[in-house]
């Protein structure tokens, strides 16, 4: 079965304490982004990558890290987690597309994250 | 920038009532436009995709529409019933070289009611 998964679905942190959520996808697919989703504000682009060693900012990377070094993965780091930064995280990967074609977005079932 | 607009943020309809819900993009520069459920607690499900080529596609009791022209796209679900009730989101994907990043609008809340 085709899909996104990420770990953990729920975590409770301290500020300052080094954090991973995890990110793997079966599809073989180019593409791997990070969204967060806040309420109000809808879902907003954190990092993203087009290939294995590609990655580059979203709309709000400010205090988050990535690296894709498999195409499956693409962990989300926190280096310090702060309390703004709690919110629900979602991977999401798709085909990459550069001129045509399906680039149809698939996504994890969410990262419930509260920094304290 | 894109900006992605949904009408009405919530709704809640009987059972059996046809509905549309609204979204719209300030870009008509998109690549293609995506429908999503997402269910409380539970990760984005996709819906329909439609290509910036086609004007609508259709899954079940759903049909989407797109107009890229007036940046207008339209969710119809016929016949609704209990298990619809979920929030649904579009989003639009950006053209001229970056196809894969979505913008996505806030949401429509949608209760069914038995």
């Known amino acids: 079965e085709a899909q996104v998964t990420q770990n953990p679905r729920y975590l409770i942190t301290v500020t300052g304490k080094k954090l991973t959520v995890t990110c793997s996808q079966n599809?073989?697919?180019?593409?791997m982004s990070w969204y967060r989703q806040d309420p109000g504000l809808g879902l907003r682009q954190i990092y993203y990558s087009m290939n294995v060693e590609v990655t580059d900012k979203g709309d709000v990377p400010e205090g988050y890290k990535v690296s894709r070094k498999e195409k499956r993965n693409f962990p989300l780091i926190l280096e310090s987690p702060s309390p703004n930064q709690t919110s629900l995280y979602f991977c999401?990967?798709?085909?990459?597309?550069?001129?045509?074609?399906?680039?149809?977005?698939?996504f994890g079932q969410g990262t419930r994250l509260t920094v304290v | 920038k894109q900006e992605v607009t949904q009408i009405p943020a919530a709704l809640s309809v009987p059972e059996g009532e046809n509905l549309v819900l609204n979204c719209s993009f300030t870009?008509?520069?998109?690549?293609?436009l995506q429908w999503f459920r997402q269910d409380p607690g539970k990760g984005l499900t996709s819906l329909l995709l439609?290509?910036?080529?086609?004007r609508e596609q259709t899954s079940g009791r759903l049909n989407a529409s797109l107009d890229k022209s007036s940046g207008r796209s339209t969710l119809y679900i016929a016949a609704s019933q209990p298990g619809d009730s979920a929030t649904y989101l579009c989003a639009v994907s950006r053209g001229l070289g970056v196809f894969n990043k979505f913008y996505f609008g806030s949401g429509t809340k949608l209760n069914v009611k038995p």
């Open positions: 870009d008509s520069a998109i690549y293609n």
């Open positions: 599809m073989n697919h180019e593409y």
């Open positions: 999401a990967s798709s085909l990459q597309r550069t001129g045509g074609g399906n680039t149809e977005a698939f």
């Open positions: 439609i290509q910036s080529s086609q």
